[in-house]
C-alpha cells in the first residue's frame, strides 16, 4: 500500500524555527510536495522536492532524501501567521496526502 | 484570474437525493481530481482525470461518479448520498498530472442528513 506519516501536531514560539517531518512509503515515486491550509480556507502550493536536497523560498524550506523515503518542511522566523496544517503529498500515478500536521505558535 | 471554481460553498441535502457538485477551472489544466477531507484523515482522493474523457478511481471512489466531457469542467455526482458523505470537498487542478502544483478550489461543505 501507499502511506505517508507525518507528526499530527507541533508547537513552536513566535520568532522560532520548527521542522515538519513526513516519510513516505508509495510503488512509485515523482516527487514530494507541501501544501499549508488555514482554518476554513483551501490547501495552497508551497514547495515540491524531485531531487535530494534543500529547496528555499523566503522562510520556507524543503528538504528530500529518496534513499530514506523521507521529507521535511522547515519554517523559520516564526509568525502567527503560519499558525496552520501542513500536509506533504506525494505523487505515484495519483497524488496522495498526509494527514496533515497541525501547528501552534505561541506568542 | 487564474483559479478554480467549485459551486455550491455549503448543501445540506437528504439521503438518497442525487446532487452534483460543479468545479471548473480556466488554466486550460490538463489534470483534475476530488478530493474529501474529514477530521485526522487529511485529504483522502476519491477520483482524478488525466485528461478529457479520461478519468481513474483514487483511494475512496464508492458512492462517487465524476465525469470529464471538457477539459475545464470535472464535476462530482453523488447518485443516492449518504451519511457518511458528509464532508469537505475540493476540488483541485495541476497543468498535467506529472506537475507538483495543484490550485485547490474553495471547498464544498456537504451534509447529508
Known amino acids: 500500500g501507499q502511506s505517508l506519516e507525518q507528526p499530527s501536531e507541533v508547537t513552536a514560539v513566535e520568532g522560532a524555527i520548527v521542522q515538519i517531518n513526513c516519510t513516505y512509503q508509495?510503488?512509485?515515486?515523482?516527487?514530494l510536495s507541501w501544501y499549508q491550509q488555514h482554518d476554513g480556507g483551501a490547501p495552497t502550493f508551497l514547495s515540491y522536492?524531485?531531487?535530494?536536497g534543500l529547496e528555499e523560498t523566503g522562510r520556507f524550506s524543503s528538504f528530500l532524501s529518496r534513499s530514506d523515503s523521507y521529507g521535511y518542511l522547515l519554517l523559520q522566523e516564526l509568525q502567527m501567521k503560519d499558525s496552520a496544517s501542513y500536509f506533504c503529498?506525494?505523487?505515484?500515478?495519483?497524488?496522495?496526502f498526509g494527514k496533515g500536521t497541525r501547528l501552534h505558535i505561541l506568542p | 484570474e487564474a483559479q478554480v471554481t467549485q459551486n455550491p460553498r455549503y448543501l445540506i441535502t437528504v439521503t438518497g437525493k442525487k446532487l452534483t457538485v460543479t468545479c471548473s477551472q480556466n488554466?486550460?489544466?490538463?489534470?483534475m481530481s476530488w478530493y474529501r477531507q474529514d477530521p485526522g484523515l487529511g485529504l483522502r482522493q476519491i477520483y482524478y482525470?488525466?485528461?478529457?474523457?479520461?478519468?481513474d478511481k483514487g483511494d475512496v471512489p464508492e458512492g462517487y461518479k465524476v465525469s470529464r466531457k471538457e477539459k475545464r469542467n470535472f464535476p462530482l455526482i453523488l447518485e443516492s448520498p449518504s451519511p457518511n458523505q458528509t464532508s469537505l470537498y475540493f476540488c483541485?487542478?495541476?497543468?498535467?498530472?506529472?506537475?507538483?502544483?495543484?490550485?485547490f478550489g474553495s471547498g464544498t461543505q456537504l451534509s447529508v442528513l
Open positions: 483541485a487542478s495541476s497543468f498535467t498530472g506529472g506537475s507538483e502544483k495543484l490550485f
Open positions: 508509495t510503488s512509485g515515486f515523482y516527487g
Open positions: 522536492n524531485a531531487l535530494d
Open positions: 503529498a506525494v505523487r505515484d500515478d495519483k497524488i496522495i
Open positions: 488554466m486550460n489544466h490538463e489534470y
Open positions: 482525470s488525466m485528461n478529457v474523457e479520461v478519468t
